[in-house]
């Protein structure tokens, strides 16, 4: 064995070769280190002691780290002068009163995302307004939060590409507060709002749009005074349709996501939000683009599946179809009623190639829409029923009766719980 002076010896050239590469490579290789390892090789040798700290930026990411403590973050802001590219964390107790002095270290730190998750046993934090003064921003995701008016210095998110807000809460007039928003960030492509909170009667008229919007989730449960506006470039939306059933505009608001590749709707509710002369039996418009369709719904009552039937016979393209059924106890109508009732050509279902059914309860109309489906579908290759807690017949005789559907689709399997039938 070396005596330990030629160990640490022949240590040295390779201690020299490090830190003799290019610094643009140096600052390459720290970046791509977890942020606690890039400090640690403060300790390899003093060259090094400082070097993590002359990067020209770096990733503050603590979401997956739960319980850092507060200092931890107060520290490294002191310590690093530069660039922060990302900052995200979870709040608890112990940081959610530092929360606001961070955005405000983050304020011209050319600081590009921004995420912030509360535990949800914790009271709303207050936002601090310097968040909207961060014009580098590209991604800003806020979760259970007060939402300030906007600063006087607030001009736009030039870059803003995603928001999403959830069970955030507004001040009175935050209509016209969001609006601002999102006039103010032309590059916006998603936007996400759920469970939204705004102070108010909600009787404030005001536009949801961007002209680069692509990508729209809302999920709320209140209207308050939102339309939509022209979407040029929307490809992807997801609405929860509660609110919107008994509008005065339900025509022109559903023709808003006509140019939609994938679209999520919320219709399983009873008859009465589904009245006043809005039961989906026909569009004023028809979804050309769409390719793939998740419905919650049920086939219980008579306006839930006319608007299935509505949706199906309007997007003549669709090649992906999932249902989850949101189960009423019995069936309320005979569906084969109003099967014949709806006007359904060879072109129904025609190159609809895969078929998700989730939470069957085996119900005679749920029965009666498989097997339209299968007798329809030319082009099906798989369907996949998954049973709900609920079964109104054995599995084995269920089974037995999808056995016997007709399938226009020589190549269609049906696969229950995940197993071929």
């Known amino acids: 064995m070396a005596p330990p002076c030629h160990r640490a010896r022949s240590s040295e050239p390779a201690a020299d070769l490090l830190t003799s590469l290019p610094p643009p490579l140096l600052d390459c290789i720290l970046t791509r280190l977890d942020l606690r390892d890039a400090v640690r090789t403060s300790a390899l040798s003093r060259a090094w002691r400082r070097r993590w700290e002359a990067l020209p930026s770096i990733s503050l990411s603590f979401l997956d780290k739960r319980g850092t403590p507060p200092v931890a973050v ?46 949800p046993y914790l009271p709303d934090f207050n936002l601090h307004s310097s968040v909207f003064l961060c014009t580098q921003l590209v991604y800003l995701e806020l979760h259970q939060c007060c939402i300030p008016p906007l600063p006087v210095g607030f001009t736009s998110f030039p870059v803003l590409e995603e928001l999403k807000l959830d069970l955030a809460r507004f001040p009175e007039n935050g209509e016209s507060l969001l609006e601002a928003i999102l006039g103010a960030s032309p590059l916006l492509n998603t936007l996400n709002l759920s469970f939204l909170s705004i102070r108010g009667d909600g009787s404030n008229e005001w536009v949801i749009g961007g002209p680069s919007l692509r990508s729209l989730t809302i999920n709320c449960m209140a209207f308050y ?88 016979t309007n997007a003549p393209n669709l090649e992906e179809l999932e249902i989850t059924i949101d189960r009423r106890d019995v069936d309320g109508i005979e569906a084969n009623a109003v099967y014949q009732d709806t006007q359904l050509t060879d072109a129904f279902c025609a190159n609809l190639q895969v078929v998700k059914i989730y939470d069957i309860g085996w119900l005679s109309n749920e029965m009666c829409f498989i097997e339209l489906v299968l007798s329809k579908a030319k082009v099906l290759r798989t369907m996949h029923l998954r049973l709900g807690c609920l079964s109104s017949k054995f599995n084995e005789d269920a089974l037995c009766e999808l056995m016997t559907y007709r399938r226009a689709s020589p190549h269609a399997q049906v696969f229950f719980n995940g197993e071929i039938e």
């Open 74 to 119: 107060d520290r490294l802001l002191v310590r690093y002068p530069g660039h922060i590219s990302h900052f995200s964390f979870y709040l608890d107790e112990h940081s959610l009163t530092r929360v606001a002095d961070w955005l405000i270290a983050l304020y011209n730190r050319a600081v590009k995302s921004i995420n912030l998750q509360c535990a």
């Open 225 to 312: 005074g939102w339309r939509i506006a022209d979407l040029p470039c929307l490809d992807e939306a997801s609405i929860d349709l509660v609110n919107y059933v008994s509008s005065g505009d339900f025509e022109g608001f559903i023709a808003r996501f006509a140019p939609v590749r994938k679209l999520s709707l919320h219709t399983s509710y009873p008859l009465p939000l589904l009245t006043n002369g809005h039961l989906m039996e026909t569009l004023p418009c028809t979804f050309n683009n769409l390719k793939s369709l998740i419905l919650w719904t049920h086939f219980c009552e008579r306006p839930a599946i006319l608007s299935t039937f509505c949706l199906l």
